[in-house]
């Protein structure tokens, strides 16, 4: 399929998130650099390996504040900021996908997307984007609600306004414009704690008002195909396939630009019967049993098929050209994790996919000492044209990751 | 784009201690202290001991507690009169499904395709917790608007515009209408606003379409959405009374979980919801109400966790009927819970009831007698095997592994929801135990958890409880032996002041606990939790909460009366005017 040749291409940031770390003598490359051979874990990514750069010897740092090593890891995958108690646990900053959305997306009809496939917490253990300090925004696990709202609307080409949305939409932009006076008003009647909290009740209705009360615009891009509509059957893995079909579309109709999603959470304790695996291999209790080969070998198996996954979506993401390049290229996915094995954090495995528009250099493994993984949110952000050279707490960031462009 | 949060008008000095690492590289010292609950003689869990065996103080990076108490028990000074200042709410979603039944007659539950709460401590009506993405902000909008929709108008229209003329009854009901969309009388400057959003939509679109915009905006107004509980403007710092109108909601959406009625409406527009009578009769009356089940079951299921056993899978090869009887283990906790709350003049029962609620699949598998259909009957526990909560597969099974028991998981609910204690961080290098099959019992292959000295220091407020419970398997069945050797169902509570805390088995856990002046006080806490929305100050509701505690205690631990002992309490009645 081929989209109509753009100027400047758009770039696009994703996240992906799986949990329980993985087995590094079955995940880690061979040899760095660009001569690598895939491992076991990551074979399935083998049509994309020269898309590909893989990160040894990465750390999620820090491990201050509440919660415990799992909370630390999924709070900081896309934050880098500590758990503050805000009248309960939380992150004390925005996540990487919100401030990139913050800075790219402001027009798009999406400014991000996020996604859940299966089940979470509404904790700091089962969270990875935020808004802002205690602002948690949680991915939608229901393939058919992420439909409805990214795509029943979607105009078809060729096809004019529907009447009855004019003046629907109509009423809603007066209808809104009196609700937001509301808050507004509000403001000088409340403490400065409440205001906070009102205050972002506000900016959230701002953020969604444009493209609730005007017309989307035909969409010119020919790839872009309004997906079915999903059912709600389906089980973890078929959701998984619907969640991937919907984020990739999204990206490539150009409704957002910024997208995350989630597969389980910290501590999952999901079981892979497609797998093979048994009732009682829950993921979790896996992860606290390494001692024992069997154990092992079944979470090989687990990160595997994550690995899969990971390969399902920039297949569907590298099937767009883009004048010469395709989604992918232009795009920066990042696979991440919150920790290494057991509790601790200092080798989480990454992956990133897609050069970010030609920026990043990739085909190879990295293997860094000691690396921390806001480095890598600042070479992201760099690729996408955000010249900052910090991202997140201080103190626990060099700057640009090395050697990646 | 989003301004960090300022630093919250709340001067809280948090009840929890955390365990500070300072570097991950670094081995973990375990070593923290249980801070003292407050200078009231509340009690005071055991402070850890360190390595060398004498009690070691963790370093804060929080301001200490105030009036810690010491061993023994003595009353610190005085405690300061402060109050908690006002906090604003936001609706639940079953707050939300709840007041539009009750607003606007509509039954559809649309709140349920909200994005879920944030939970906190369990609970998931924690204000802070409660903020608006952009998700929720589009439901709320999508939400407002099918609502106004399909309003039937004939419910909410105080007078016929027919009769009336159709701007003196859109005045009428802008009024009446937005009384009860926001729990009290129009401020001038709102109803002068709202009367010309009317005039304006009905010049447009006319009358009817005119009140539903009306609807439309009220309901997506943070007057609508949020409780404010602040009182009358006033002074920051000055300690002000709550209004009667949001004394009405204070009380309505304690124990309903709804807007107020016409007899709470009347009282506080004859602002007759002040003293610590008026509200209690009103309190009583509500919780008297059919109405107050769901929400006490609410509260009762999320301090009990009782959506733990959703996660929980066990072993199909030696839990095969698993699957069938966990509904059941559901009925079976959801039943006794509400019985006890209920019909027991102390609900200490919930701990150590020498009966439960089973039906004949439910008794047959947990060798019960007295059960003969489907129907759930109260049927008599063997009181040297099973008494109250902590005996029933529901709690046994939820806290445990797939495919055996886990006093870590057991023991941590009791020290947790029962004790109220707070635990610090597990280390990075948290050990890895070695496989079942290496060890002779459960109780032997968690052994290490309190010889090393990493570990012991949380371990043992957890794990000396659990082994207590070790009589039962995975799926909560009895057992006298694992893998042939006997079970040592040997325990210790880790509890100070209150003698002797060491037992044998689960009947006398339960027993212990029933009796323990700190699960007394922590129920008093979980029920201040879910009432107000956030956790407990130790400096600004230590007065409250001795209140709570002292009418638990004399009242014989009745339910009833500590939650109308909340309504009575200065944290329920009383805000401080916040910092602008």
């Known amino acids: 399929m081929e989209a109509h040749a753009q100027t400047a291409p758009v770039k696009r940031y994703l996240a992906m998130f799986t949990p329980g770390g993985t087995i590094q003598e079955s995940w ?142 109509a009423r809603r932009r007066s209808i809104l414009d009196s609700v937001k006076e509301e808050y507004t008003r509000l403001n000088a009647q409340i403490g400065a704690s409440d205001r906070h909290r009102i205050n972002n009740h506000l900016q959230s209705i701002r953020e969604i008002e444009l493209r609730l009360t005007a017309l989307p615009e035909q969409t010119t891009v020919a790839a872009c195909v309004a997906p079915d509509r999903p059912g709600t059957d389906g089980d973890f893995v078929a959701k998984g396939r619907l969640q991937m079909d919907l984020m990739a579309m999204a990206i490539i109709c150009g409704l957002t630009r910024v997208a995350t999603i989630q597969w389980t959470r910290s501590t999952s304790n999901q079981t892979f019967p497609w797998l093979g695996l048994s009732t009682s291999d829950g993921h979790h209790s896996l992860t606290h049993d390494l001692k024992n080969a069997d154990s092992r070998a079944k979470l090989v198996k687990i990160h595997t098929w994550y690995a899969e996954q990971f390969g399902y979506l920039l297949s569907k993401l590298d099937s767009v050209k883009e004048g010469d390049r395709t989604v992918l290229d232009n795009s920066i996915v990042v696979w991440g994790n919150e920790i290494n094995g057991s509790h601790n954090r200092n080798n989480v495995p990454f992956v990133v996919a897609g050069s970010g528009g030609g920026y990043f250099r990739t085909g190879r493994f990295l293997k860094f000492t000691n690396g921390s993984h806001a480095d890598l949110h600042v070479s992201c952000l760099n690729a996408l044209g955000i010249p900052d050279t910090t991202f997140g707490e201080a103190g626990l960031c060099n700057g640009p990751m090395a050697d990646l462009t | 784009m989003q301004t960090p949060n300022p630093t919250t008008a709340v001067s809280k000095t948090p009840m929890r201690r955390v365990q500070r690492l300072t570097g991950y590289r670094e081995t973990a010292v375990l070593a923290f202290a249980l801070l003292a609950l407050g200078c009231e003689g509340l009690s005071v869990l055991e402070a850890s001991r360190g390595p060398s065996g004498g009690p070691v103080a963790a ?153 539903r915009v009306v609807v439309q905006v009220m309901l997506q107004s943070p007057q609508f959405l949020y409780r404010f509980e602040g009182g009358p403007a006033g002074t920051p710092g000055e300690r002000v009374a709550l209004t009667s109108y949001e004394m009405a909601s204070a009380l309505s959406y304690l124990f309903w979980g709804t807007m107020p009625d016409k007899t709470l409406f009347e009282a506080a527009a004859a602002d007759a919801l002040q003293t610590p009578e008026q509200i209690a009769t009103q309190a009583r009356r509500l919780l008297a109400d059919p109405r107050a089940k769901k929400t006490v079951s609410h509260f009762a299921a999320q301090w009990l966790k009782l959506k733990m056993l959703d996660l929980a899978t066990k072993d199909p090869q030696n839990h095969p009927d698993f699957p069938v009887l966990r509904p059941l283990m559901h009925q079976e906790v959801e039943t006794f819970i509400d019985h ?103 109780r032997e292959r968690f052994a290490e958890h309190s010889t090393n000295p990493t570990c012991a220091g949380c371990h043992r407020l957890m794990d000396p409880i659990g082994f207590g419970l070790e009589h039962f398997d995975a799926v909560g069945r009895y057992r006298a032996t694992e893998n042939g050797h006997p079970i040592d169902a040997t325990g210790d509570l880790p509890i100070l002041d209150e003698g002797d805390t060491s037992f044998d088995g689960a009947p006398e856990l339960a027993t212990r606990l029933a009796a323990s002046r700190t699960v007394h006080e922590c129920i008093a806490r979980q029920w201040f939790r879910f009432g107000m929305g956030r956790e407990e100050d130790t400096a600004a509701d230590a007065h409250s909460l001795r209140r709570m505690y002292e009418v638990f205690e004399s009242s014989g631990h009745s339910a009833q009366e500590l939650m109308i002992a909340l309504t009575q309490t200065d944290a329920f009645r009383f805000r401080t005017v916040p910092a602008p």
């Open chain 2, 340 to 442: 006890v709350i209920w019909n027991e003049p102390s609900m200490l029962r919930l701990l150590d009831a020498d009966y439960s609620f089973m039906n004949k699949a439910l008794a047959d598998a947990y060798d019960a007698t007295g059960a003969t259909g489907d129907a759930f009957v109260k049927v008599r526990l063997d009181t040297t095997k099973r008494r109250g909560l902590l005996t029933q597969p529901a709690f046994l099974s939820a806290e445990a592994l797939a495919n055996a028991s886990s006093p870590i998981h057991r023991g941590k609910f009791v020290f947790t929801q029962l004790l109220c204690g707070q635990l610090g961080s597990p280390p990075d290098e948290a050990a890895d135990l070695g496989a079942a099959e290496a060890f002779t019992t459960t």
């Open chain 1, 28 to 169: 880690a490359p061979t040899t760095t650099g660009s001569n690598f051979t895939l491992s076991p874990i990551l074979s399935p990514l083998a049509p994309h390996k020269s898309k590909l750069l893989i990160l040894g010897g990465v750390g999620i740092l820090g491990n201050t504040g509440f919660g415990d090593g799992h909370a630390w890891g999924i709070t900081r995958f896309l934050t880098c900021s500590p758990i503050i108690d805000q009248g309960g646990w939380t992150a004390g900053g925005m996540s990487v996908d919100q401030y990139i959305a913050n800075k790219l997306g402001a027009k798009d009809p999406f400014k991000s997307v996020e996604l859940q496939v299966g089940g979470t917490t509404s904790n700091c253990w089962g969270r990875i984007s935020y808004a802002g300090p205690g602002q948690p925004l949680p991915g939608v696990a229901d393939p058919q609600k992420v439909f409805d709202r990214l795509f029943k609307n979607l105009q078809a080409p060729n096809t004019g306004p529907d009447p009855a949305l004019v003046a629907q939409y």
């Open chain 2, 59 to 211: 370093p804060t990076d929080k301001d200490e507690t105030p009036g810690h108490t010491p061993p023994g028990g003595e009353e610190g000074p005085p405690p300061p009169h402060a109050i908690a200042p006002a906090l604003a709410r936001r609706l639940t979603r079953t707050e939300y499904n709840n007041t539009v039944r009750d607003l606007l007659g509509d039954t559809s539950n649309v709140a349920d395709e909200f994005a879920v709460e944030e939970e906190v401590l369990g609970f998931d009506n924690f204000a802070h917790a409660l903020t608006v993405s952009p998700l929720l902000a589009e439901q709320l909008v999508t939400a407002a608007e099918r609502l106004a929709t399909t309003a039937l108008l004939e419910k909410i229209l105080p007078c016929d515009p027919e009769a009336l003329g159709e701007a003196e009854c859109g005045a009428e009901f802008v009024r009446h209408f937005g009384t009860r969309a926001f729990r009290r009388p129009l401020q001038e400057e709102e109803r002068a606003r709202m009367e010309q959003l009317f005039e304006t939509s009905r010049a447009t679109w006319g009358f009817d379409a005119a009140v």
